[in-house]
C-alpha cells in the first residue's frame, strides 16, 4: 500500500501520508517514498504550491519500532533530516494541515514547511525526551527560530503536547480552524499562494530563509535588495505591473 497518497488540484500538489493503523508514524520507507515525491515536484513546472497532510492525524513521529535497536551509526543512516531539508529548501510554498497529533518526527515535518494551520483539536510537540533521545530531524533548530529558544526548550525539555489554541499563541501554527476543515483551508491558501507570480515567490522565501541565517542585519538587507532587483529581469516583474496599469488580471507564467 503506498504510505504516501498524492493528488494534484490544479497548481497543487497534496501529499497524504497514509499510516493511519500507526498513527501515521514516519518508518524509513515512507519518508523514502516523501522523498520520490519530492523528486517529482522539484522537476515540475506545474507546481507551485504544496500541501503536506494526513486523514486524522500528521503524523505521531518517526516509526519507535524502526529505530528502537539502532546503533549510532545505524542512527545516522536514518535520512530523515536530509528529506525535511529537501523539502525546506523547495523553491514553492508549502503547508502543512494538521489534524491529530503531530509529535517529535511529526511535528518537525511540520516546521520543514513554511506555513502550518491546525486543527483545533490536534496535539503538537517534542515526546522524545520521554523516549531518552532529543529532537534530532531539525525540531532543536527550526522550533528555536520560530518560536524563540525559551519556548521551544519548554516544549523540548517538558515532552508535553501543546493544544491547537496555545501553538497558534506562541507562532507555532499560523492557524486554527476546525477539526476536519484544514485540508479544505490549506487548499483555499495553496490556491491564493499558487495564483502569484512563482519567481517572486521563490525569491521571497529565499530570501526570508537567507535573513534567518544572516545574523548581521546589514548583510541581510543587502541579500534582500540584489534578490529584489533580479525580479526586474523576470518577464511576470513586468507582466504584474503592466497589469495593475493595465488595470487587469496577471498572468503569470514563471519567467
Ligand atoms: N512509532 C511507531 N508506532 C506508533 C507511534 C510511533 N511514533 N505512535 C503510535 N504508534 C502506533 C502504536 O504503537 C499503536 O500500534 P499498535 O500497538 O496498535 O500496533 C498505534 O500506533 C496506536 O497508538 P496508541 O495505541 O498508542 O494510540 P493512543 O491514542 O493511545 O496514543 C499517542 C496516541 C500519539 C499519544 C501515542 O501513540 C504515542 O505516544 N505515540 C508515540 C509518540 C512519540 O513518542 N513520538 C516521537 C517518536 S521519536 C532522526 C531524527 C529524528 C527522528 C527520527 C530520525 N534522524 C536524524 C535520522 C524522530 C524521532 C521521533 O519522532
Redesign the pocket.
Known amino acids: 500500500m503506498d504510505q504516501i497518497l498524492a493528488e494534484q488540484l490544479g497548481s497543487v500538489q497534496i501529499l497524504k501520508i497514509n499510516r493511519p493503523?500507526?498513527?501515521n508514524?514516519?518508518s524509513k520507507s515512507l519518508v523514502r517514498e516523501l522523498d520520490e515525491c519530492l523528486d517529482r515536484i522539484k522537476q515540475s513546472r506545474e507546481i507551485r504550491a504544496l500541501i503536506l497532510c494526513g486523514e486524522t492525524n500528521f503524523a505521531?513521529?518517526?516509526?519507535?519500532?524502526d529505530?528502537v535497536e539502532c546503533t549510532e551509526t545505524e542512527?545516522?543512516a536514518?535520512?530523515?533530516?536530509p528529506v525535511f531539508n529537501r523539502l525546506a529548501t523547495l523553491d514553492i510554498p508549502t503547508i502543512a494541515a494538521i489534524e491529530g497529533?503531530a509529535?517529535?518526527?511529526?511535528l518537525?515535518l511540520a516546521l520543514a514547511c513554511d506555513l502550518r494551520i491546525a486543527a483545533e483539536t490536534c496535539k503538537l510537540g517534542f515526546?522524545?525526551i520521554?523516549?531518552g533521545?532529543m529532537?534530532?530531524?531539525g525540531?532543536t533548530i527550526r522550533a528555536p527560530r520560530l518560536i524563540g529558544p525559551a519556548l521551544a526548550k519548554e516544549l523540548i525539555m517538558t515532552g508535553s503536547m501543546l493544544d491547537a489554541q496555545r501553538a497558534l499563541s506562541i507562532g507555532l501554527v499560523n492557524r486554527v480552524v476546525p477539526k476536519g476543515q484544514v485540508c479544505e483551508e490549506a487548499i483555499k491558501l495553496a490556491c491564493k499562494i499558487a495564483g502569484k507570480a512563482p519567481l517572486a515567490m521563490a525569491a521571497a522565501k529565499r530570501t526570508i530563509d537567507a535573513g534567518l541565517e544572516e545574523p548581521d542585519i546589514v548583510s541581510a538587507v543587502e541579500i534582500e535588495a540584489k534578490n529584489w532587483a533580479q525580479l526586474f529581469n523576470t518577464c511576470d516583474q513586468k507582466e504584474g505591473m503592466r497589469a495593475f496599469i493595465e488595470k487587469r488580471t496577471p498572468n503569470y507564467t514563471g519567467k
Request: aromatic content about 10%; hydrophobic content about 45%; charged content about 20%.
Open positions: 493503523e500507526a498513527l508514524a514516519l505521531a513521529g518517526a516509526d519507535i519500532k529505530m542512527a545516522k536514518f535520512s530523515f533530516s497529533y509529535l517529535g518526527g511529526g518537525e515526546p522524545e520521554n523516549l533521545i529532537p534530532g530531524a525540531g
